[in-house]
């Protein structure tokens, strides 16, 4: 079983900037953001495999980034020049393999 805490989620202006932190119990697993919008599906936001790879999704290209220190099992989601779109509750995921494991996700607000 891993367990995943988010943190660092808050209300912040539109141009600003929030970082993420999830700390997990484990650093073997490929490691994802997503996040969910009042009446939309969750969507992925991030992902860093357990080698380093990243992908991102398109709306946040240029202006998020995830990084993962091993040592601390920690993944983090820097995010910059915050939309009002980017509101959502973002969670942590744990995969590997047809294991997955979710955090209890943080809120992050963006006001215009």
């Known amino acids: 079983q891993v367990q995943l805490m988010e943190s660092g989620g808050g209300l912040v202006q539109a141009g600003g900037s929030l970082r993420l932190s999830c700390a997990a119990t484990?650093?073997?697993?490929?490691m994802a953001w997503y996040r969910q919008a009042p009446g939309k599906p969750r969507e992925l936001v991030a992902v860093i495999r357990r080698g380093g790879a990243t992908n991102y999704a398109d709306s946040v290209k240029g202006r998020f980034t995830i990084s993962r220190e091993n040592a601390k099992r920690t993944v983090y989601l820097e995010m910059n020049s915050l939309k009002p779109e980017d509101t959502a509750v973002y969670y942590c995921?744990?995969?590997?393999?047809?294991?997955?494991?979710w955090g209890q996700g943080t809120q992050v607000t963006v006001s215009s």
């Open positions: 484990t650093s073997t697993f490929d």
């Open positions: 995921k744990a995969e590997r393999g047809t294991e997955a494991y």
